[in-house]
């Protein structure tokens, strides 16, 4: 291992590290990628990503060896400004914003990304979804302000994509340190039910089957019907939902589902995918916590980032996903968090175990920012 | 000449208390000592007796003396269980479970060929898929009325505490 730099092994957990990495100025160096694969090496969508983090910097050195089982990367100046990628279409555009969304406030100039490909689909968050959760959960750190917003300008579903999703974010210097440790009660559930080259009415049967499950519990519960038309539909057919309960407090938590893709296993009912949405949604209400758990890991980044001051985070339990998160915060800038579990007491019934995260910032400012 | 003879004296005097005190303590010490020989003695024999009345108790009843508070013992076991449950930090920061090729280098055929093996039972998957999402715990079943009953508080509509207010 390099004086600076860090060696990993294998391809998951990707992002993060490169992330990391860029925020970190710290070198990275993943190795044994897919080595005992029959097709050994990086895929496609992870190519394209370091496309992306190669557009929105400036100076970085990326090496890859001929079978594509290694690679090192050397960080360089975050720059932002106007962006455009054509993503992969084997991961959605939510893998890349995914990270985008850790890396833009740090920028030297403010990013106006417009990111084309699959806007919804399996295996990663959803545009809708980051939008009504990872939003909010920003502008609690501070960053805010005109220019904050991520739409949908064509809607893609997977595997033919044709999406188009536009995001742009003001960058700061310094991020606010948050004491987030009551969610408050839940006051009411937004969501979005979308379907795009089905029938309009499908979003009508995801709504009605959802709210027979949802409404036990709470009245106010309102989905919007999203159904684009003509070239903003995108290849695929498919149809979907994102639900949102938002607590008095301002938390949210999500949950969503998207029909099976075209071609690929069998087909899902517009009624089944409501019923089993809004069971996602109650597992995610049982986890609790003011962060969902699909944005866990951008709360403790921003944790991390933020002033010389204490942070504390109520969350649900730990995704694995966020517990490997933790360990490279600690690799990259030796901070570790305070970890203490919350079991609710026994006459409220609150859901399952809470974990309360605690650290203090690295007092990282952004070095890239020009001063006006 | 007269307070250096005093002072003498009074030196004397005060060496002959401080022997007197310190054989009177000494006195006292052992008087003690033989005084807590006895007590323990006595204890021991006691506590002897008190044992021997037991297993006295234990045979008599025989086989049948550990089913005894077996709620109490259950109980016992998993508040320990509870209290052993390991340290989330410790789990989190701890050792990380990490791929080794040493295995495999071991299983080799002919000196020649490797054996390749899925790593499925590897904790860290090195090589799985890079995802957010966090899959729901298949134990739950929200078509029962319990697991639905457990999140209700978390709702405007259910209860309060009684420091807050719904308005």
């Not at chain 1, 054509?86 to 920028?107: I, T």
Request: glycine share 10%; with cysteine.
């Amino acid at each position: 291992m390099a004086s600076q730099g860090l060696a990993y092994d294998g391809c998951n957990f990707f992002r993060q590290r490169l992330v990391l990495s860029t925020l970190s100025g710290k070198r990275v160096k993943i190795s044994n990628i897919r080595s005992k694969d029959d097709n050994p090496g990086l895929r496609d969508f992870e190519a394209s990503f370091i496309r992306l983090l190669d557009k929105v910097t400036n100076g970085s050195k990326i090496e890859i060896n001929q079978t594509g089982t290694v690679l090192f990367y050397m960080p360089g100046l975050l720059h932002g400004g106007s962006v455009e990628h054509d993503c992969n279409m084997q991961r959605s555009v939510g893998y890349y914003l995914e990270a985008l969304l850790m890396l833009a406030p740090f920028m030297k100039t403010s990013l106006k990304a417009t990111l084309r490909g699959v806007t919804n689909d399996h295996t990663d968050p959803t545009i809708d979804m980051l939008k009504s959760t990872a939003l909010p959960l920003m502008k609690k750190f501070g960053i805010d302000g005109e220019g904050f917003d991520l739409k949908v300008v064509k809607r893609g579903m997977a595997p033919g994509g044709g999406g188009e999703v536009f995001f742009s974010c003001p960058v700061r210097r310094t991020i606010r340190p948050v004491q987030l440790t009551d969610p408050g009660k839940i006051k009411r559930i937004r969501g979005v039910a979308y379907s795009v080259r089905v029938s309009p009415q499908m979003a009508n049967r995801i709504v009605d089957s959802t709210r027979s499950v949802l409404n036990q519990f709470i009245p106010d519960i309102y989905i919007y019907t999203d159904h684009m038309k003509g070239a903003n539909s995108g290849k695929s057919p498919g149809f979907g939902l994102t639900l949102v309960a938002e607590t008095l407090n301002g938390s949210f938590l999500s949950a969503e589902m998207s029909s099976t893709p075209q071609g690929q296993g069998d087909p899902m009912l517009p009624e089944d995918l409501g019923r089993n949405c809004a069971k996602l949604l109650l597992e995610e209400v049982h986890r609790g916590g003011c962060v969902d758990s699909s944005n866990q890991s951008l709360t403790l980044l921003l944790m991390t980032l933020g002033q010389q001051d204490v942070s504390k985070v109520l969350l649900g339990p730990l995704s694995p996903y966020t517990i490997e998160f933790l360990r490279h915060i600690k690799d990259f800038f030796q901070i570790m968090f305070k970890i203490e579990v919350q079991k609710p007491s026994e006459d409220k019934r609150k859901g399952g175990d809470k974990v309360l995260m605690t650290c203090v910032g690295v007092g990282y400012s952004n070095i890239n920012k020009t001063l006006k | 000449g007269d307070s250096g003879h005093c002072s003498e004296e009074d030196e004397e005097e005060s060496d002959d208390g401080e022997e007197e005190s310190e054989g009177e303590s000494g006195e006292d010490d052992v008087a003690a000592d033989a005084a807590m020989k006895e007590k323990i003695a006595s204890e021991e024999e006691e506590e002897e007796e008190e044992e021997e009345e037991e297993e006295e108790v234990e045979e008599e009843e025989g086989g049948l003396k550990w089913k005894e508070g077996l709620q109490q013992k259950a109980s016992d076991a998993f508040l320990r269980q509870q209290q052993a449950a390991p340290n989330l930090r410790k789990r989190v920061y701890g050792s990380v479970v990490e791929v080794d090729d040493s295995e495999d280098e071991e299983q080799e055929l002919g000196g020649l060929f490797r054996v390749s093996r899925p790593q499925n039972s590897k904790k860290f998957q090195a090589n799985a898929v890079d995802s957010s999402r966090f899959s729901p715990d298949a134990s739950h079943n929200w078509e029962l009325e319990e697991m639905l009953n457990s999140i209700r508080d978390c709702f405007v509509t259910g209860k309060w505490d009684e420091s807050q207010d719904a308005a």
